[in-house]
Each structure stands twice: as C-alpha cells, then as structure tokens.
C-alpha cells in the first residue's frame, strides 16, 4: 500500500511538474514571441520614420533650392533691367548733348558769320 501511495503521489508529482513546467515553457515562448514581435515592430517603424524625413528632406531642399533658384534670377534681372536703363539713358544723354552741341556750334557759326559780316560792311 506504501508503495502504491508513493507511486501515485509520484506520477502526480510528475503529472504536476510537466504541467508546471509545460506552461512556464508556454508563457517563457509567448514572452519570447511578444518581445520578438516588438523589436520586429519598432525597427520597421524606425524605418519608415527615417525613410519619411528622408522625403521631408529632400522636398524641403528641392523647395529651398527653387526658393534661391528664383530669388537669384530676380536679381539677376533686376540687375539686367537696370542695366539696360541704364545704359538707355547714357544713349539719350550722349543724343540729347550732341544735339545741344550742333546748335551750339550753329549758333556760334551764325554769331561769327554775322559778325565777320558787320565788320565786312
């Protein structure tokens, strides 16, 4: 009877330490999993997190680089407009001065003339 009790109490040991030891197995596998599952969830979101602020990036320069890309060529015609006005009116300046000049001559030529005439008569 002794030996029958005790062969039962062991497979009920046994009975209740596989148990133990099936579900301490089952929750160390879940806990395995959850934690697999995380890293695998956080490097894909670091991922897609660094690939959208390499987009952000790179539009945000393509924006930055037109931005200066029209800015410079403002100026860039601004510079030639002024330029061109410039230089427009150094031409009529040098018109409007020969012109001031050829009747200045003219006149000058009439008052000798005239005076070369007076003194002639």
């Given at each position: 009877?002794?030996?029958?009790?005790?062969?039962?109490?062991?497979r009920h040991t046994l009975q209740e330490s596989e148990g133990l030891?099936?579900?301490?197995?089952?929750?160390?596998?879940?806990?395995?999993?959850?934690?697999?599952?995380?890293?695998?969830?956080?490097?894909?979101?670091?991922?897609?997190?660094?690939?959208?602020?390499?987009?952000?990036?790179?539009?945000?320069?393509?924006?930055?680089?037109?931005?200066?890309?029209?800015?410079?060529?403002?100026?860039?015609?601004?510079?030639?407009?002024?330029?061109?006005?410039?230089?427009?009116?150094?031409?009529?300046?040098?018109?409007?001065?020969?012109?001031?000049?050829?009747?200045?001559?003219?006149?000058?030529?009439?008052?000798?003339?005239?005076?070369?005439?007076?003194?002639?008569?």
């Open positions: 009877m002794l030996q029958e009790s005790q062969e039962l109490y062991a030891y099936e579900k301490h197995m089952l929750r160390e596998g879940q806990t395995l999993y959850a934690q697999h599952m995380l890293q695998g969830s956080l490097v894909l979101y670091a991922n897609h997190m660094l690939q959208e602020s390499q987009e952000l990036y790179g539009k945000h320069m393509l924006l930055e680089n037109q931005r200066l890309y029209a800015k410079h060529m403002l100026q860039e015609g601004q510079t030639l407009y002024a330029s061109i006005c410039s230089k427009k009116a150094r031409d009529c300046m040098f018109q409007e001065s020969q012109g001031l000049h050829a009747k200045h001559m003219f006149l000058e030529s009439q008052r000798l003339y005239a005076k070369h005439m007076l003194q002639e008569s």
